[in-house]
């Protein structure tokens, strides 16, 4: 069954980028050969491929593109040069880490005849969701590090899939809690932001020095975004005014765990999360 080709090919990584690989130049050859009629007897595998190839990528693609047309254009090539084989055009569907009940998930794994392509739909739910987590907070960037870690000591051989699918489904949870961390902090997802880069990864706060951290937050990104005009960064003055701006809250708010050179390097930080992030009010 194609399934089964699926599963033995899409993992792990480097078995993957093989395949694909030589897909990708097996379609080229055969372009290059039509319009002779000897491309005819080629033409059913070629089709197989390109399915095999199609169908591992929609598993790889937390969020696959619309290819339904191409995967029926290549289903009726298939249907009418290989007998037994039935085809689905409808793309797989992807994983929403934010829904998922990793216990029954878990379960799923265990009694799958197709590990490999488990595995890889959710890498790349994972993925897609560190992306998007990223991009809000770059602080997070460790859970990317840890997450790499770990694909690398799968395809060196150090865990095998099921160890590997263990830890991926406890970077799920945490990832899953680090999306809702600024509900438990009784911050914004902005003021989150701000308060992460004055926190991570130092220094270390007592509970009173935390609470002093998040009213600078707080403060800093409204006293901020009084002052965003259009084409800000553009203008001199305006780029100065928000400078001073994040130079007062924090000479004011933080507290003396914060070092001269600590400071700078908040500054700093601080500084070009706003520059990034807010192009104007």
Known sequence: MLDDAVDALISPDHVRREFLGHERLLKTLYGAVK?????????????????????????ISPEPANITGILNEISAVLDASISGVEM????????????????????RFKQSNHKNTELEALKAAIR???????????TRANFAEK??????????????IEELFEELLKLSRSLSEEQTRHVREKMTEEELVIFDILTRPAPTLSSE????????ARELLERVKNLLVID????????ARVEDAIKDVLDTGLPRAYDKALYEEKYSALFEHVYESYSAA
Not at 88 to 100: R, T, V, W
Not at 128 to 138: Q, V
Not at 209 to 216: A, L, N
């Open 128 to 138: 897609s969701r560190l992306e998007r987590l990223i991009r809000i907070n770059k």
């Open 88 to 107: 689905s055009s409808i793309p797989s569907a992807s994983i929403d880490l934010s829904k998922i009940d990793f216990e029954a998930l878990a379960q």
């Open 35 to 59: 319009p002779d009629p000897a491309a005819i007897e080629f033409t059913p595998r070629i089709a197989l491929m390109s399915e095999l190839a199609l169908r591992i990528k929609q598993k």
């Open 232 to 239: 800000w960064r553009r203008r001199q003055n305006s780029r």
């Open 147 to 160: 997450f790499e870690e770990l694909i690398e000591s799968y395809n060196a051989g150090s865990r095998n």
């Open 209 to 216: 020095e935390r609470g002093e951290v998040k009213k600078v």
